[in-house]
């Protein structure tokens, strides 16, 4: 606990200096191809029970991730094949549409976006329609770096200025939702427990966005 309060203490020092800095968000656009926008709309139409034109959402939740490992570079490669991989049996059994996140945050911080805000990824089961996912390279034999910290506030406060944003969660942290107005998955079995991006990490970085009010449930 002695180790986390002075941990916290350094984030904020780190913080009032990062907010003087130009904050950098660095396009790395992953390929939204016509298959990739027909899976989207199709998997909004199936499991949300969303049928629209366009595989746009309208953002209400800010979900945080860990990768589980590789690097931007692996990770990015992945996220940019339209089609999930085969081993991936449960949720290519409810579409081989592929995950992916709007934004990656690496090691030293540095933010790299994916594809707009507001353009439909699949990274949190039941709330993927109104949810921005931001991965983090790290996983917990890796943990995420005090520069993911910062990186992240900065993305949720200039986010939270785009859209109106009403929550902030760790993906595991996603099952408070189940049973909410806000959880939308028409299967009741479909749901995968999840770690990351941990605690630690989802209690600096709320700390350096208190005065935003964002809640963390329902």
Known sequence: MKNLIYALFVLVACWTKAQINEFKIVSKPIDY????????????????????????ISPKIIVLHYTAGGTVETNYKYFNKTHLESARNILKKQSTLNVSSQFIV??????????????????TIGLNYCAIGIENIGSRKQ????????ANAQLVRYLTKKYTIEYLIGHSEYDAFRGSKLWKETD??????????????MTKVRLL????HLKDKP
């Open 209 to 212: 966005v208190t005065d935003l």
């Open 188 to 201: 009741p079995n479909y749901f995968t427990v999840k770690d990351d991006p941990g605690k630690d990490f």
């Open 143 to 150: 943990p995420l770096t005090e520069k993911q910290v910062l």
């Open 106 to 123: 690496d090691r030293d911080g540095t933010i790299y976006q994916l594809m707009e805000p507001n353009m439909f990824a699949r990274h």
């Open 33 to 56: 191809s016509p298959e990739r926008v027909r899976l989207s709309l199709e998997y909004l139409k199936d499991h949300h029970h969303i049928v629209q034109n366009s595989p746009t």
